[in-house]
Each structure stands twice: as C-alpha cells, then as structure tokens.
C-alpha cells in the first residue's frame, strides 16, 4: 500500500484531491512542478499518480517517461479538451483522464476505478462488520450480502466517502436524487431509517437534527 | 488546342500554300514555253510538207479531186518508203470536207480537223483523246486547185508526259519540305512555350498547397519576365499564407491558454465549494476552502478585467493630453501595495511632459515595476528614469534581477505567455500584464524596447511624444 502521488502546479488543486482522496483513506503526496514529481518517482513508490498535464518546467507528457519503466497507473488532469490531447494521453500509457473542472464523486468514481484494474488496491470500503464494493455496488455485513435499493446504497456511498463530517440534507437529497428531483424530507428519512435497520447501525449514523446525518469514524481500540 | 500546335500548323498551312502556287505556277509557264516552242517547230514541218506537197501535186497538174488524191496518195506512199514508219501524219480535205487522203491516228476525230479548216492556217488547235495530246495544223493547198486544205497533226503527248513528271518530282519536294519545316515549327513552338508549360505546372502545384514553387528563369524576355512577376506572386502569397498560419497558431495558443486559466481557478472555486455545501466541515479545512475560493475568485477577477481592458484597448482609440512624467511616477508609487518587496528608485527630469493617457500611462509602468520586482533585483530596488530623446522622452524601467533569454524576448508580450510559471503564478500574474502594456504602448503610438541579460537584469524602454502643459 503506497500513497498517491499528485502533481499539479495549482496548490490549491493538489489540496483538493488531497481532502477529496483521503475521505476513502487514500494518503497522497504532493508535487507542485514536474522536476519536483521526477525526484518522488525515482525515490518513491506509489500505487497511483494524479498528473496535471500543463506543468511549468516538465509538462506531463514528458513525465510519462519517467513514470513507464515504474509501471504506476496514471490519470491524466487537464483543461484542456482538446480530442487531440485526450488521445495523446491515453497513448502514452495513461488509463484515463478527468477534465477540470472536475466533481469530488467523478474524482472518486475515476480513482478507485483504476486502482481496481491495475490491482494495486482493493477499493472496498470497510466500516464496522460491513464491506462495501463501490464498483460491483454491494454491501456485506458479516460476510452476508445486505440487499440494498439504488438509492440506499448511493446513501450509503455518501456517508462513506464523508466519514464524520455531518452532511446536509439538501446536499444528500441533490447527491442521491438529482438536481431535477424534487424528493420531501420524509422520503430522506425513510431511506436512512431503513439502511439503518439493514445495516444494523442504528447508532453509527447520528441524526443531527435540522441539519443531517453523519456516519461516524470507527474509533480505534 | 495548343497554341504550340497552332503554331505549327499555322506555318505549315502558309507553307504549303506558298509552295503549292509557286510550284503549280511554274511547271505551267514550263510547259507553255514548251508548247510555244514546240508550235514554231510544228509550224515549220508543216510548212515543208505543205510547200512539199504543192510541187507533188503540181508536177502531176492534178486538176481534179480525183487526180488530186492519186497525187497525194503517191507523195504519201513515196514519202513512206523513204522516211518509213507513219513519222508524219497528216490529211487531205477539199472545201465541202471530203477527205482525200489520211494518215491520221484514228483517235482525232473527223470534226476536230473540220474545225482547224475553218479556224484557217493562222491558228492552231488542240484535241486531247484519251491520254494522248494532239496539236492540229491546217492551211490551203495552192498551186493546180482551189479548195484543198493540207491538216497535219503532230502528237505533243510527251510535253505533258513531261509536265506530270515535273508535278510528281515537285510534289516529293513539296512533301519532304513540309515534313522537315513541320518538324521544325513543332520542335521550335514546343521549345518557346516551355516556359508556359513550367509557369502552369507551378500555377498547379501552388492551387494545391505547394506555395514554394518558383518558376526557374529563361532566355526570351517576355516570358522570363512573366516568370519573374509569378514567382514575386508566389513569394507575396507564400509570406501572406506563412503569416495567416502564424496568426492562427498564435490564437490557438491564446485559446489553450485562456481555457487553462479560466479553468484552473474555476476548478479551484467549485471544488472548495462544494466541499462547504456538502457538510459541516472542521473549522480548519472550512477557513482553507474558503481562503481559496476568494483568491481564486479574485484571480479571475483580475482576468476578467485585464481581458476587458485589452479588448477595449484593440477597439477603441484613446485620447492624449500633456501629463508630467513625475505625476505618473507618484501615481505608480503610491499605487503600490504596502508591502511592495522592492524599493522604487527614481530618476526623472522633473520638467519631463509627455502626450499620454495619465491613467493608462500609470498602469503600464506599474505593471513594469511589478515585473522588476518579481524578477528579484540583487540591489533591492527598481529603477525608474525618464531622459531626453529626440522627438520626446524615455522611460525606462531597470531591474537587477534574474533577466530572460533572448529567445524568450520575441514571446513575452504574447498573452498568457510566462517565462517562468511558477514564479508568475506565486506572484499573482495572470499572463496578460505584458500584453496589456504593449498595448497600452501601442495606443500611444510608440513601442516597448526590452533588454535583458540571464541573470544581469532587465531593462524595458518606452518613448513618448513631448507634450507642451
């Protein structure tokens, strides 16, 4: 298990994947020019590399050099949209691309996807007695798979990836039903009630009235 | 068709023709002299035979028709066996037409010799049957009787044998010449439009993309000048071309450029929010997100507007009035932030006025100083001057800092073109101050002069027109 290297020269970029990354437990290392992430690929390991492609001195295409022998998966950051520049990437060896401006969920959904396929890591998502599978979509507890509905689990996902952090409603409502959706308070309710009695985390995820819900961090023993 | 072929036949046509009427010509007075000469001779054997005949007859003083053609008919039988074969022929008519005697080929007919007899002994007649060519002489027998007409006929076939022969030899002549002058305008139409054939290639390739073509030079002075005013064509399209591409590579950059600094901080804005409207964030990370979202928000801030500022800058014209060049100093100093890394040292001739937009002027200097300053002067500080020039003043800003490649010079002025990102980017710079300057110059009428050295320092220079207060 090494951490994720990013390297973009905007340092308020590098630490918002930073933030978003470490809600699924993903440590990251920064670099902020392309001869800085050179010097970290040749001393470091890592299991997956974030890549700005407009660098001030090595631009990210040339990077790719370095990072090939080491066989890291990487993932193209760019603004450009340029079909040309997509492909250029993806020739090179890179296994997929987010375009800024990019949402936490894509970023997330993106990452974990390529971590799966290069068999770096697995992207379950533990918590208590309960696994879930971000990919494949299920839920185990005790090694019982747990049937959820797609709203349940994309609940679930949510609290997951925001572990102690009280969302609001109206962010978990947008999140889960959509922009278009109009879905009441009661209907929020109901599906937390009943993940809560599925999972059996009456306790785990906190009602916090008025304002949310949060699933709380596992203390450790 | 061609015009080489035009050419050719054009030629070979008035050729032929001249050689053809100058030859048909000739061979036709050839055998009128020959028949003219031939006639004298005729006419002189006819005469012989004639006066030959007379004294036949009148030996035999023969009165009567009858008599008349025994008398003949000996002459003739005597001439015969001395002179042997049928070398004269000739016959015998009295008035009404009876034919005493003749030796006659059997081709002339009875009424052609009737009317030799009646066109009398000073002309003569021709009679063509079939392939062969006759001439005919008639004129009275005098002497015993009256009334009897001598006809000699005298074969002139070989004078036109002749006359084909001569046609057939012209017509070889004719035939070889017009080979060898047809060979010869072709080769020659062909050669002198060769510098046509290399103009329409190069015209060819060119409305294919190949705008280096040139045509090479040749030696006929109309069209080698013709070539030449093509390929000055050539050149004048090819440079217009070159810069059109230039052009559309310097807006691509500029798109590139823009979509990645309108991004960077949108991507920066909309993260951090989100992060906010999600949930209740630690304190810690809701002051950071917050934090960024303002200064990335002020980023483009300042896009937008130095954006703003350019396009109205390449729109509309600007007015100019007399304005010290000390003002403009104080303006830029006191404009500068609290904190300003650099110290400002100013050298200026406190007479100096220059035609200029004070505030605009203002900008462009600052935007200098806030560069020197970036640049990290060893000695601290900036240096402003303002000298005498002819035709007006010079400003100039001074820096000891890091300095930039010549290389780099020709592009910095380009928008969002940074020398040093990450160094501009610390610095607040958005990629247009440069650009804006220049433009601001250029409204002025005038020009920024840069001068640097890697690691020696900058020194950028603007003259302006002297301004009367």
């Known amino acids: ?221 | 068709m061609t015009f080489s072929s035009k050419l050719t036949l054009g030629i070979l046509l008035l050729l032929c023709l001249t050689l053809s009427i100058g030859g048909g010509w000739t061979i036709d007075q050839n055998l009128q002299a020959a028949l003219l000469s031939s006639q004298t001779q005729n006419t002189a054997f006819h005469q012989r035979e004639r006066s030959a005949l007379e004294q036949a007859l009148r030996a035999d003083d023969a009165r009567s028709t009858g008599a008349a053609a025994r008398s003949v008919q000996n002459y003739a039988g005597e001439l015969q066996s001395s002179v042997g074969a049928q070398s004269f022929c000739f016959s015998v008519m009295d008035e009404q037409g009876t034919t005493l005697y003749s030796s006659l080929p059997r081709a002339v007919r009875y009424d052609v010799l009737r009317s030799a007899i009646a066109a009398g002994s000073q002309s003569v007649t021709f009679c063509y049957p079939g392939s062969s060519r006759y001439m005919v002489l008639a004129s009275p027998l005098q002497g015993t009787m009256e009334g009897l007409w001598l006809v000699s006929v005298y074969d002139i076939t070989a004078l036109f044998t002749e006359r084909e022969r001569q046609l057939r030899q012209y017509l070889l002549l004719e035939v070889t010449a017009l080979v060898l002058a047809g060979t010869a305008a072709a080769w020659f139409s062909h050669r002198m439009t060769r510098p046509l054939r290399a103009l329409q290639s190069a015209a060819r390739s060119m409305a294919e993309g190949a705008y280096d073509r040139r045509v090479p030079s040749c030696r006929q002075a109309e069209f080698d000048a013709l070539g030449q005013d093509f390929n000055q064509m050539a050149a004048a399209v090819e440079s217009r071309v070159d810069a059109l591409q230039q052009e559309s590579q310097r807006q691509t950059r500029f798109v590139a450029a823009f979509t990645h600094e309108l991004k960077t901080p949108m991507t920066s804005i909309l993260g951090y929010a989100d992060l906010l409207r999600m949930g209740e964030q630690p304190p810690e990370r809701r002051r950071q997100a917050a934090d960024y979202i303002y200064h990335e928000s002020k980023r483009l801030e300042t896009l937008s507007r130095q954006l703003l500022q350019l396009l109205g800058l390449q729109q509309g014209g600007i007015i100019l009035s007399p304005v010290a060049v000390r003002l403009v100093f104080a303006d830029v100093r006191r404009s500068l932030p609290q904190d300003f890394p650099a110290a400002i040292c100013t050298d200026c001739d406190p007479g100096a006025v220059v035609l200029a937009d004070r505030s605009l002027l203002g900008d462009l200097v600052r935007n200098l100083v806030l560069n020197a300053a970036n640049a990290g002067p060893k000695d601290g500080a900036v240096h402003l001057a303002c000298t005498r020039r002819e035709g007006g003043w010079e400003l100039s800003v001074t820096d000891t800092g890091c300095g930039m490649a010549a290389e780099e010079l020709p592009r910095i002025t380009e928008a969002f073109y940074m020398v040093d990102k990450s160094r501009a980017r610390r610095a607040g710079g958005s990629g247009l101050g440069l650009s804006l300057c220049a433009e601001i110059a250029r409204a002025h009428g005038t020009a920024l002069e840069f001068e640097s050295r890697p690691g020696k320092g900058t020194t950028v220079r603007l003259l302006l027109k002297e301004g009367t207060e």
Not at chain 1, 23 to 44: K, N, R, Y
Not at chain 1, 51 to 79: C, H, K, N, Q, S
């Open chain 1, 1 to 221: 298990m090494y951490p994720v290297l990013v390297v973009d020269d905007e340092a308020p970029i590098a630490d918002l994947i930073t933030i978003t990354l470490s809600q699924i437990g993903l440590p990251c290392v920064q670099a902020h020019s392309g001869s800085e992430a050179a010097d970290l690929i040749e001393t470091q390991r890592f299991d997956l590399i974030l890549l700005d492609v407009m660098l001030p001195d090595v631009d990210g295409f040339e990077l790719m050099e370095y990072i090939r022998p080491t066989g890291t998966p990487v993932i193209f950051l760019t603004a450009r949209t340029a079909v040309d520049d997509r492909v250029r990437g993806l020739h090179l060896g890179a296994y997929d691309y987010i375009v800024k401006p990019f949402a936490a969920p894509e970023l997330l959904a993106r990452v974990e996807g390529v971590l799966r396929h290069s068999g770096r890591r697995d992207t379950l998502l533990r918590a208590w007695d309960v696994v879930v599978d971000p990919e494949a979509r299920t839920a185990a507890r005790n090694g019982e798979p747990v049937p959820l509905t797609p709203h349940e689990f994309d609940l679930l996902l949510a609290l997951l990836h925001n572990r102690g952090i009280t969302l609001y409603r109206s962010a978990l409502l947008e999140l889960v039903w959509g922009m278009d959706a109009e879905p009441s308070n009661r209907t929020l309710d109901i599906h937390m009630s009943r993940l809560r009695r599925k999972l059996g985390w009456e306790k785990h995820i906190r009602t916090v009235p008025r304002v949310g819900y949060m699933l709380e961090v596992e203390k450790t023993p």
